[in-house]
């Protein structure tokens, strides 16, 4: 029931933002895996195949914009990775894609934008939280914007995944809700390890989000007078922005039941409030949409008017036959008035044929269970997940706003009912 960390590289440590994390986790009494699993660095000049305008020297190989090489990158275990690159640009960045069993066509970008400074020197730039599964992985490494000269690249796993957990399933007949699991957050300090976990790094997840989301850090998550609040900060200094991610995995996974959220969301246009539900047997960018995705609060602050807070919250299913990069996902939405000063209830009832989607008790949207795995991966277990985003493919879709300062994401409770 604890996260196994494999933390102990120099290079990682050298980051105040895992240090925190060590030192946290080592009070919280977290184990340290003594194994630690060794990556070498992979010299890219060693690539396998590359578009035509590619150069190679003896040392670096140079890519031009739009252009890529791939190369075949051994992966020791499964879990969350830093990756590493060393090279130079003047304007262009990198970004690495997952070329493993990719029958569906897809793009699988798990670093977004590493870029470097614009001095032309070589150096190294990283991405942290990459998800990757053991295994042997084409990476094809693209060049944007400008040509860029890469020397190597180098994986350190910062977490391995943790796949053992207790899984709650919930009964779904009779008439009466009755409570099963729940956090009312009621302790203040960090939130409870028992039952969260976080995910860390900014690799982009999946959306080309632009924060950094940290672990074991008050500043962005912390249960105070009975409420959990995200919380996301700008940094002065180089205008990163740090949050966080707490999620069950590794910890308890749901099948079925009532899940809410009791929540107050912030308006400011650039930020992504969620509240979800992702399969358990995620693993990497190719086991998603497989494991299905029940988005059950999700808000936008560019729909949410500054003033009276009214705007909208989505709920939305995801599944390999039906998800957002396919631009045919099946979600509904429901307008609210005061979503940032007062709490509402955002809840799904998910039962073993269909999915409700309900605000404050009132229903408005339904998912169907149809032919087959494709459409209807919820049968199995799934996490719950907790996270402010910045920016985005969606969040960020209308910009950020200059003036949002440290925006809160407010929840008094998550609580999962079954049904007897
Ligand atoms: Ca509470």
Redo the contacts with the bound molecule.
Sequence with gaps: MHQKLLFLKLNVLLSGKFTALVLMCSLVGCKQEANEVETDLIQVENYTTGTDHVQKTETYVRIPADNHITINVDVPATGRYQVEVFGSSDNGTIWIEDYINNTDDRTYNITGDIKFAHNNSFHSSSMFGSPLSEGSHPFKIHAKNDTVNIDWIKLTPILVHDSTYEVLEQKMQGSQWDLVWSD???VNGLPDTSKWSYNIGNWGWGNNELQYYTAFDEKTARVED??LIIQAHQDKSDSTWTSARLTTQGKFGFKYGKIEFRAKVPHDRGTWAAGWLLGSNYKDEISWPYCGEIDVLECVGYEINDTTFAGLNHATCHTRKYYFKQGNQIGSDTTLTHMTDSFHTYAVEWHPDVIYGLVDGKRYYTYDKNADDLEWPFNKPQDIILNLAIGGGWGGAKGLDPNMDAPQYIL??VRVYDLK
């Design positions: 009312e957050f009621d009975g409420n008094d409770y």
